[in-house]
């Protein structure tokens, strides 16, 4: 399962629209290591004012690796993150996101490439 879903939400979510700060919260309170990551990069990304900040840092188990993937994976999940924080994420492989400030177009195109995809590879992320 993706997300811990109070019964409140669920019940929200059953008779309209789910507010975004009360789904943002689920996705805190559901993946901690995912948000914990995704929150230092953002302050990182501040601090040094650069278009990007990115994690190059493997998870510590599958369940941290698994949340990055759930996270990330979810249209949904990403985009209510990239309103509440008003930054847009990138994702390339099992563990290295990326944080982008939203005018950053010209990084955010070289990080989703191709070639920087195949450039990011190695074999130890092969079964990642």
């Not at 059953?14 to 995912?34: I, K, Q």
């Not at 990551?37 to 990304?45: K, N, P, Q, V």
């Amino acid at each position: 399962m993706s997300l811990s879903v109070p019964d409140n939400l669920l019940a929200q979510a059953r008779t309209g629209e789910v507010d975004d700060a009360a789904f943002v919260a689920c996705v805190r309170d559901s993946l901690p290591y995912a948000w914990t990551t995704i929150t230092a990069l953002i302050e990182r990304r501040d601090r040094s004012g650069a278009d990007f900040a990115d994690n190059q840092v493997p998870p510590p188990d599958e369940a941290s690796r698994g949340q990055l993937l759930r996270c990330l994976a979810s249209d949904a999940m990403r985009g209510a993150l990239e309103r509440h924080f008003g930054v847009r994420l990138a994702f390339q492989n099992c563990h290295r996101v990326a944080v982008f400030d939203p005018a950053a177009t010209q990084a955010y195109g070289e990080f989703v490439t191709p070639r920087a995809q195949i450039l990011n590879q190695s074999p130890d992320l092969v079964d990642c």
